[in-house]
């Protein structure tokens, strides 16, 4: 995935990567959401699981958001 170097901008095929991996990165952070809030509710929680899992999920997030910022483009106002 490389961005031009003329002018900063994607190409289509680098937002549709992007995109896809977005959407695969969002899928795994709700299955791991699902996961915690199961793991929590059972009678003897594992917590160093349990903190993993937690672990996993801000990486997740903070890989979305950053994502989602190179698929926005900059506007300056």
Do not use: C, W, Y
């Amino acid at each position: 995935m490389q961005r031009s170097k003329i002018n900063g901008l994607m190409n289509d095929e680098d937002q549709g990567e992007l995109i896809a991996e977005l959407t695969k990165l969002q899928q795994e952070h709700r299955d791991l959401d699902a996961a915690i809030d199961a793991l929590h509710h059972s009678p003897a929680p594992d917590l160093l699981r349990l903190q993993r899992l937690k672990k996993r999920k801000l990486v997740l997030r903070d890989r979305i958001a950053f994502i989602e910022d190179q698929i926005t483009p900059d506007i300056i106002a």
